[in-house]
């Protein structure tokens, strides 16, 4: 019975946790390509 109660709470921390990762990685690739733009534009 308690299973049953806590599953959803489970399942949706699990959920949010997935979220705030995926918003971490692309904030990673939009700091990677910002860098890559001011490598190339020293670099010229």
């Given at each position: 019975?308690?299973?049953?109660?806590i599953?959803?709470?489970a399942?949706?921390?699990c959920a949010l946790a997935l979220?705030?990762?995926a918003n971490t990685i692309?904030?990673?690739g939009k700091d990677v390509?910002?860098?890559a733009r001011a490598?190339?534009?020293t670099v010229n």
């Open positions: 019975m308690k299973l049953l109660r599953a959803p709470i399942i949706l921390a979220t705030a990762c692309r904030g990673v390509k910002s860098t490598v190339k534009d």
